[in-house]
């Protein structure tokens, strides 16, 4: 019955497929570094240059795209008075080229966006890459974070550490989902409502431990766009944008059908791959393709 009325309400100027009402979905993009310096190949995919983030937001800017926070769109989708054509921008892990590279382009175009911020290496660098040989990549300072917050950049917490939070023990746990939402507010000063699942790795308790902090919303990955009904604002499932994704691309990731076979499927691929990194002595992280 649902899909039927969904039929009949889709296409007025969307490419939802048959049965997909992609206005009642709201795509949320993660990015990571805006990184004008080269790589190591390892970790290139997640270094998009400051030209295709450029190329990204000239498109979603004729498109008529409308950006919010992640808690602004929140608040919009309990008024429900989120705008049609919504998208929201999230950068993940808090790189100094975000200060350098990408918020000169958002202010550019007047774009709203979320920054996670790992609390643990601000002021210094990436030193949980090292895996990836990106140990030495700088992170944002307290100032230059201050200077986004001016630019209307919402900052939510992305742990302190870095770790997977589905492995660790509730009072590692607790200090992880807390410490962080304490150290932005007092720096801050402006209450921290966001938070994102470090690798998107999440389980019941570490979502239950993020709302007990008292964050508003809290973002995985999974790769779909989340609904406007019934989506669990601390489980909030984003699509990923690779450093290579063209604005061809990113036209049909935000085009998504949103199906229930997806969600599905995404579901499954999340459980397999907490299996298997339960059982694995590996770092199997940046293997994961959603990572
Ligand atoms: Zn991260």
Redesign the pocket.
């Known amino acids: 019955m649902n899909e039927q009325r969904s039929a009949a309400t889709s296409g007025a100027g969307f490419d939802a497929g048959p049965g997909e009402d992609l206005r009642h979905h709201l795509p949320i993009l993660m990015y ?1 570094s805006i990184s004008p310096a080269s790589a190591t190949p390892r970790f290139q995919r997640f270094a998009m240059s400051p030209a295709v983030l450029a190329s990204h937001l000239a498109f979603l800017s004729a498109a008529g795209y409308q950006t919010l926070t992640v808690t602004e769109a929140m608040t919009s989708l309990d008024r429900r008075a989120l705008p049609e054509r919504s998208v929201v921008l999230t950068f ?2 808090g790189y100094a080229d975000f200060h350098t590279a990408a918020l000169p382009i958002l202010t550019e175009y007047r774009m709203r966006a979320t920054l ?1 911020v ?1 609390t643990g290496y601000v002021g210094g660098t990436a030193r949980w890459l090292a895996d990836l040989g990106e140990q030495g990549r700088p992170m944002l300072a307290w100032s230059q974070l201050r200077e986004a917050v001016a630019e209307g950049v919402e900052v939510g917490a ?1 742990s302190h550490t ?1 770790p997977q939070l589905d492995r660790l023990d509730a009072t590692r746990l607790t200090a992880e989902v807390r410490r962080p939402k304490a150290l932005l507010e007092d720096q801050l000063d402006l209450p921290v409502t966001s938070f ?1 699942y ?2 998107g790795y999440r389980s019941s308790s570490s979502t239950a431990a993020v709302a007990e902090a008292g964050y508003d919303n809290a973002c995985v990955v999974d790769n779909l766009p989340a609904p406007h009904e019934g989506v669990d604002r601390h489980v909030l499932p984003r699509l990923t944008v690779n450093a290579d994704t063209s604005v061809q691309q990113l036209e049909r990731l935000l085009h998504r059908p949103p199906g229930r076979g997806r969600a599905a499927a995404a579901s499954l691929k999340r459980g397999l791959w907490h299996a298997a990194r339960r059982v694995g002595p590996f770092q199997p992280q940046w293997r994961d393709p959603t990572a």
């Open positions: 990571h993940d892990d996670y790992v992305h870095h994102a470090p690798f």
